[in-house]
């Protein structure tokens, strides 16, 4: 059973950091593009950021990059997102996934809320 667990969420005040991490367990996900994605209060889920299976490529959403930073270590099978220069804006429940998304991996999320 394919499981992907995020987690590394919380509160942070605006300006703050946070390292999200992505474990992925009943298959590798060594060969696949990876993404972040995020759902916020009332609104549709959303792209974040997409890493190529080498690691080499990255992708972001315009709203987070030079913000954001994707990385992912293979040979834990973990997707990690940097989260610098939080705004409020950023509050949402991120997720991993593969890129494009596949629906049954979707996991149940970790909950970032940052404050004003």
């Known amino acids: 059973q394919v499981q992907l667990v995020e987690s590394g969420g919380g509160l942070v005040q605006a300006g703050g950091s946070l390292r999200l991490s992505c474990a992925a367990s009943?298959?590798?996900?060594?060969?696949?593009?990876m993404g972040w994605f995020r759902q916020a209060p009332g609104k549709e889920r959303d792209f974040v950021a997409a890493?190529?299976?080498?690691?080499?490529?990255?992708a972001y959403a315009s709203s987070v990059k030079d913000r954001f930073t994707i990385s992912r270590d293979s040979a834990k099978n973990t997707v990690y997102l940097q989260m610098n220069s939080l705004k409020p804006e950023d509050t949402a429940v991120y997720y991993c996934?593969?890129?494009?998304?596949?629906?049954?991996?979707w996991g149940q999320g970790t909950q970032v809320t940052v404050s004003s």
């Open positions: 890493i190529s299976p080498s690691g080499r490529s990255t």
């Open positions: 996934n593969k890129n494009p998304p596949i629906r049954a991996f």
């Open positions: 009943g298959r590798t996900f060594s060969n696949s593009d």
